[in-house]
């Protein structure tokens, strides 16, 4: 007995599967009129057992009740039928899609007495299955017309491709499924394809990414694409969905474009002229010149920094004001000066002139160009140098030919007047000193009025300074000064009159005693500009001079001593003019004064002094 089951048992087992099945079961005799229906079969339909049963089963229009005699018919000859799918009407009007299975039911002879009919409803998965019909209709409509290449690629092959796609490259879609990918994408652009693919399938990063790529026709030809690459799951597995475009226009455009800007780059990098590009006053370019004229050792401390930074404090209000009116204006500004101030500190003068740049970058923006006035200040300095130099020398010949005379005549006449009036000596001495010094102003107008040097010989610069030393030297010991010498011990030939260097050098010596009353130092130093000039430097510890001052040294009559006509400077300026050399004085004001003079070099240095 224990190799069978109890009938109770049984009859239990296929009650509770009657009772609890989600499937509708309904048994039918051979006229399809219904004995019974499960639970589940009444809320399937939405009919009560007892609305169906002694009655035909319900199935809905003429053409399935033929349809489902003959499934019946079939099961009744003994066939089997399982899983058949068909729509069935339910109470409310409405068909449901069911899966029917149906088994026949025989007596203990085996003679067929019914049916019994499971049915299963799919309704929910009809119509996902429909939807998803629709939607592979719709994707498949979609790309086969629109206006872009479509590919699936899948195992390192093309899987689909639309007739937009292949038709860009010249191919049917039948002939490009056979192509392998070198015979449409450059070799160099395919390799950087692949490991962007493989970082995308191996390291897990986004699975989407655009590339433009060069891809080769069947005829030879070039073709521009911009690729969208994503993955998907195709057909259950990971597949690369593309879409493709051709920009071969706009790649052209774009490479165009480039290069004209490219080249208009380098032309304003290279333009002798500094340019500045600015942004709501910030600079976001400066070529070369400009970042020479600032004394900026690179671009990067330049860009990025306001315009402000660089302009003057006290024309600040009037380039606020320019560069506003500048926005609103199609034409350039005029060239207007103004200072600017260096990375070193340095001022210089400069005139401007900007214009609004509509597009760089997409931004409105501001072109300036600059011009460096020094040398023209320089020039127009020299100018008025010169004109006035020519005027003193002119004026030199007469006035000094007609002071001297009664000069002579007057300091005759003042000595004689001290042996006869002892009690004016006094008066009559500082009669004789502002004699002297009228007669020293008049040797001056004398040496201005002089022509141009000519008694230039080959001199050793060094041998000309130790002799002026060494008459300077009493006069600097009297008013506790020390004259310190950093001098080179080598050949400085130059081609010069040694006399109005002398001249020259006393000058300035004598001034750097004269600056420091109260005691100091002088420091003196000659050192080789190699292989063509010299350079000498008088640096003295006295009060110093303000910019005001500095501004007019080498004028006539511009001068710090009380009894001085400042035609000293200007008859040496004159002096190392004369000998193609500069002469240049830096001075702060309570730290100091100091003239470098440069000459050049008439024989290359060629052995040193033992």
């Known amino acids: 007995m224990s190799d069978y ?17 989600t499937d509708g079961i309904v048994i039918v005799d051979l006229q399809r009129i219904v004995l019974d229906v499960n639970p589940a079969f009444e809320q399937m339909y939405g009919w009560t057992k007892e609305e169906l049963v002694g009655r035909k089963l319900p199935v809905g229009p003429a053409h ?15 066939k089997k039928v399982a899983a058949v799918e068909y729509p069935k009407l339910c109470k409310n009007g409405k068909h449901l899609h069911v899966s029917i299975t149906l088994s026949a039911v025989r007596d203990s002879s ?55 796609m292949s038709a860009m490259l010249g191919y049917t879609r039948e002939e490009f499924v056979k192509l392998r990918t070198a015979d ?8 950087t394809i692949k490991r962007q693919v493989a970082e995308i399938l191996i390291k897990k990063r986004e699975p989407r990414y655009t590339v433009t790529v060069r891809g080769k026709k069947k005829d030879g030809g070039f073709v521009y694409l911009e690729v969208n690459l994503s993955l998907i799951m195709y057909k259950g597995r990971t597949a690369m969905l593309g879409s493709a475009k051709d920009v071969t226009s706009s790649v052209a455009l774009e490479r165009s474009l480039r290069e004209s800007a490219e080249m208009y780059q380098r032309v304003m990098k290279l333009l002798p002229e500094p340019i500045v590009l600015s942004d709501h006053g910030k600079i976001i370019y400066a070529n070369n010149s400009a970042i ?17 930074e660089y302009i003057h404090p006290d024309d600040h209000e009037d380039s606020l004001r320019k560069l506003d009116l500048i926005m609103f204006d199609e034409e350039p500004s005029q060239f207007e000066e103004l200072q600017i101030i260096c990375r070193d500190g340095q001022t210089i003068d400069v005139e401007m002139s900007s214009i609004r740049i509509n597009n760089y970058m997409g931004k409105r923006v501001v072109l300036t160009v600059i011009r460096d006035l020094t040398d023209r200040k320089r020039s127009e300095d020299m100018l008025v140098r010169s004109e006035k130099l020519s005027v ?33 000596i006094s008066y009559l001495d500082i009669m004789s000193n502002e004699l002297d010094r009228i007669n020293l102003i008049v040797n001056e107008f004398m040496t201005l009025a002089k022509p141009h040097f000519t008694r230039f010989n080959d001199e050793n610069l060094v041998h000309i300074l130790r002799g002026v030393i060494s008459v300077l030297e009493t006069q600097a010991i ?13 050949l400085m030939i130059i081609h010069a009159d040694a006399n109005q260097l002398k001249q020259v050098f006393i000058n300035v010596i004598k001034n750097a005693i004269e600056a420091m009353p109260d005691g100091g130092r002088v420091t003196i130093a000659i050192r080789s500009n190699f292989p ?29 001593k009380e009894k001085g006509t400042g035609l000293g400077l200007m008859i040496s300026s004159r002096i190392i003019e004369a000998h193609h050399g500069t002469l240049h004085i830096n001075s702060r004001h309570g730290e100091g004064t100091e003239v470098q003079i440069t000459l050049p070099l008439a024989k290359p240095i060629i052995a040193e002094i033992n």
């Open 5 to 21: 089951v109890s009938a109770d048992l049984y009859h239990t087992y296929m009650n509770s599967i009657w009772e609890e099945t």
């Open 64 to 78: 399935l009740y033929k349809e489902y005699a003959r499934l019946y018919d079939q099961v009744i000859e003994g």
């Open 110 to 164: 085996g003679k067929t007495t019914g049916i019994v009919a499971i049915e299963r409803d799919i309704t929910k998965r009809k119509q996902t299955e429909k939807a998803l019909r629709e939607t592979e209709q719709l994707y498949s409509h979609l790309t086969q017309n629109v206006l872009a290449g479509v590919f699936v690629r899948q195992d390192r092959k093309i899987v689909y491709i639309n007739s937009y």
């Open 184 to 191: 449409y994408i450059d070799a160099i652009e395919l390799f």
């Open 292 to 308: 020479k004229l600032v004394q900026a050792n690179d671009k990067n401390e330049v860009i990025g920094h306001s315009v402000f």
């Open 392 to 424: 003193i020398g002119q004026l030199a010949a007469g006035v000094a030919h007609e002071i001297r005379n009664p000069l002579t005549a007057l300091k005759g006449f003042t000595q004689l007047l001290k042996t006869k009036n002892e009690g004016y």
């Open 478 to 490: 009297m008013t506790n000064v020390d004259i310190e010498t950093q001098v080179e011990d080598c």
């Open 532 to 560: 063509d000039s010299v350079c000498l430097t008088i640096r003295d510890e006295g009060i110093g001079m303000t910019d005001s001052i500095i501004g007019k040294i080498g004028q006539p009559f511009i001068t710090t």
